[in-house]
């Protein structure tokens, strides 16, 4: 008999999670030599070298030119919305920015889903108007007293005393539609931070909210800072595209199966029992059977010494129909096909449809049951390409 193959689960799961985690773009300072470099053409917002706020007024004083980007140094309700000139989905925006007393701005991420900017320093009770607040919907034709609905008040009052420089960190996944153009998830703000301070966590919003200079939903837009109700210094301010985070769930998924096929292949008992949850269920449904996965495991160990060994060439393929799930869970619908052949040239194959549960434990993705629910077909096999 010869010696078992070496365990490579660990090291092939490891280095497609370091291919996934490095999908995401570079991190990109919008903010670098010239103020508005990063930015579409736009009246009355400039770059300068130094701002400080004027004591109790809703007003800057500015000096010079240079690459902080200022709207102003009083109210100007003629300011447009300053727009980046590239668009995003999933990001991460880190903004550095000073506000006087009693102004107020927004960011608008993808054009059309606002984080509020406000001086709330001080304030005992917070809203959604608030810094770092979710901004309400609007709809005219909701009754009256209804049509400002939604918005997300923040969790805490993070802000700093007007003319302090102060920070804004969002993380945002755009809504997501399927091929028909149907939504099938809302605009999320993963979280907010302000000053360092959670105020958001998971915050959903079903579409645009009030006074988004952009309209509908889409999957990318730009990121705009509205200009016209009080001024705003920004002296840093951060995009990085995010990975899809469903793209990145199923290529773990497709990491995952492709280490059962790898283990089944190479005959490695172990790596495919450390493939499945400790209390995974087998359900071979056409057989009205169901049992704990390891009774299933002893059945089979005979079937990988024989490919360990090399008296069997098996092989296993999956194929998927149906995929959903969260972060932590999956639902693959599909077919596997399993192919042995025998070293005099005899060779079977059986496909099988398979309808498998599985969930993320301790970072790494297990069955937790297995449903073979019926005997396929070659056409069937083959129509899932």
């Keep these: 008999m010869s010696s078992a193959k070496p365990n490579h689960s660990a090291q092939a799961l490891g280095a497609a999670i370091f291919a996934i985690l490095s999908t995401s773009a570079v ?78 701005s927004g960011v608008y991420v993808m054009g059309r889903y606002e984080v509020q900017i406000l001086d709330s320093f001080g304030r005992p009770r917070m809203f959604a108007g608030d810094l770092g607040g979710i901004y309400q919907r609007w709809d005219p034709t909701r009754p009256e007293g209804q049509q400002s609905f939604e918005g997300s008040r923040p969790l805490a009052n993070a802000a700093k005393a007007p003319g302090e420089w102060q920070t804004l960190d969002i993380t945002f996944h755009a809504p997501r539609f399927d091929a028909t153009g149907r939504k099938t998830a809302d605009a999320t703000f993963e979280k907010v931070l302000v000053n360092g301070v959670l105020v958001q966590q998971n915050a959903t919003t079903t579409g645009p909210t009030r006074s988004a200079p952009l309209e509908g939903e889409t999957t990318r837009g730009p990121v705009a800072i509205q200009g016209d109700h009080g001024p705003i210094a920004i002296r840093s301010l951060r995009v990085t595209p995010l990975a899809d985070v469903e793209e990145a769930r199923l290529r773990e998924l497709d990491a995952y199966w492709g280490e059962v096929s790898r283990a089944v292949h190479e005959g490695d008992f172990e790596s495919y029992k450390a493939a499945s949850h400790p209390d995974a269920v087998l359900i071979a449904e056409s057989k009205c059977l169901s049992q704990p996965y390891p009774v299933a495991l002893e059945r089979w160990r005979k079937d990988f010494d024989a490919a360990r060994e090399g008296s069997v060439d098996a092989t296993v393929e999956f194929r998927f129909s149906k995929r959903f799930g969260d972060q932590t869970t999956a639902r693959e619908t599909g077919m596997f096909r399993y192919t042995s052949r025998q070293p005099d040239g005899g060779t079977t194959s059986e496909c099988v449809h398979l309808d498998a549960l599985l969930v993320k434990r301790d970072g790494a993705w297990k069955i937790l049951v297995e449903n073979q629910t019926a005997t396929g077909t070659e056409a069937e096999w083959e129509a899932l390409k």
Excluded: C
């Design 27 to 104: 991190s990109q300072e919008l903010i670098l030599n010239g103020a508005l470099d990063s930015f579409r053409p736009v009246n009355d917002w400039h770059g300068v070298a130094n701002v400080e706020a004027v004591a109790g007024e809703t007003a800057f004083t500015t000096a010079g030119e240079g690459r902080i980007l200022v709207n102003g140094t009083t109210k100007n309700n003629g300011i447009p919305y300053l727009f980046t000139k590239d668009d995003y989905g999933d990001a991460r925006i880190e903004m550095e920015f000073m506000v006087p007393k009693g102004s107020n």
